[in-house]
């Protein structure tokens, strides 16, 4: 197995001391070995010597995992559980090659611009169509819906980030230039966390580019072993923004921002663009406060809040204490600390179109530990994160809302 050959080191570090048990969320739901990291390094380590072949049931552990990162992040020998794990989607979409709506929608949809624009213009119309669709038989022809059709999409709006924010947002005396990379969820589906970004970013003493041509990131090709595709899309991105003069990337999706940082890096590891694109990469929150002092320019919101770390912040990215400390400058009640705060919603992404019962049973989790903080609203620092926990507290019945840092920082800014 070619790929997963050059993962071997990687392989072999792991020592089952079973450490990953107590943070991986799979695990905790499913309460199998085959649904732990532990579990799915010896099935591949098997795959790799011969032992196993690439049954079905292999598939599903491969692709039941979250990529959440906390074992990688716990691991007392260092194990890059989600690398492998992407190695091994990429052997069995070369070996096996399983098509799927979600995969051959990936494809179609994530190669260019134009694709692009036009998955979500039909992604509105389709969710419009939810509401009356869902009550009649057709109901079980519309995608991700599953066994009892509950999910809750947030409205797709007519007018995304790129039709409502200029190239450039200018003020005076600016102390640098950001180039701000969206991401297709806050472009097409919350544009006015992007809305927010800018006047956040412009707050904080600096000029903002935005590139309206930008490209999905690419990580659910990645993340569903589509690895040419993958190539292809940072290809173009590199190509694109690296031609901005820009101090900084920033962007305010982590998933975006570890892998323009990091992953773009690996599937091109002979370009200088890519590695001089990664090293200007930051997460909003971290740039913020360690770039800027903006902290000091807050007036603070009556807002009594909880936080919930977005697995590529906390775990990919180490960024914790940032959102932490700027939120408790942003409200006067402050932040109320839930119990788990850094276990994964059971978006993962395209893990959770995949795996929507399971990751539903993970957010569940989530919602009695917000919910036990009395706060009536639960941050956090991702928009996929914030999309996943506004379906699963609408489904509990829970009186919480779901926000963005930065629309919390947009609150807090002097007038
Ligand atoms: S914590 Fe790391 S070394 Fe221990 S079983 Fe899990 S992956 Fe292997
Ligand atoms: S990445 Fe997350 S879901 Fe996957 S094995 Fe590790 S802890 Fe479990």
Known sequence: MSNLTNYSDEIFKCIRCGACRA?????????????????????????????LALTDAFEKAVFNCAMCGACKAGCPSGVDVPAVIEAARAELVDKKRSEGLVRFLARKSLKDKKSLDRAFSLMALGRAAYGP??????????????????????????????????????I???KGTVLFYAGCVINYVYPEIGVAAVKV????????VFVKEELCCGKPLLSLGETEAFRSVAEKNVALLSGVEADYI????????????????????DSDKAAA?????????EFLLHETDFITRLDAAEMVITYHDPCHLAHGMGV???????????????????????????????FSFLNYELSGRIAGRKVKNIVKT???????????????????????????????????YEKAIKK
């Not at 695990?27 to 380590?45: D, K, N, Q």
């Not at 600390?337 to 395209?350: Q, T, W």
């Open 201 to 208: 970013l412009n707050h904080a003493g600096y000029d903002v």
């Open 320 to 350: 914790k204490k940032e959102p932490r400390e700027l939120l408790d400058a942003a409200t006067l009640g402050g932040l109320v600390e839930m119990n788990e705060a850094s276990r994964c919603c059971g978006f993962g992404g395209s």
């Open 374 to 408: 009395g706060a009536p609203a639960v941050v956090t620092a991702c928009p996929g994160c914030m999309m996943h926990l506004s379906d699963a507290l609408r489904q509990s019945g829970a009186d919480v809302v779901a926000f963005h840092t930065l629309q919390i």
């Open 133 to 170: 669709l869902a009550a009649t038989p057709l109901a079980k022809y519309l995608p991700y819906q599953y066994e009892d059709f509950r999910r809750n999409f947030p409205k797709i709006p007519r007018k995304p980030l790129s039709s409502r924010i200029p190239p450039v947002s200018r």
């Open 250 to 269: 920033v962007s305010a999706c982590p998933t975006c921002s570890l892998t323009l940082k990091e992953d773009y890096n690996t599937i091109l590891p």
């Open 23 to 51: 943070v991986c969320p799979t695990f905790g739901e499913e309460l199998s070995e085959i649904s732990v990291a532990r579990g799915r390094m010896a099935l591949i380590e098997a795959v790799m010597g011969g032992e």
């Open 277 to 285: 694109l990664g090293a200007k990469v930051r997460d909003i929150n």
């Open 172 to 174: 005076r005396g600016a």
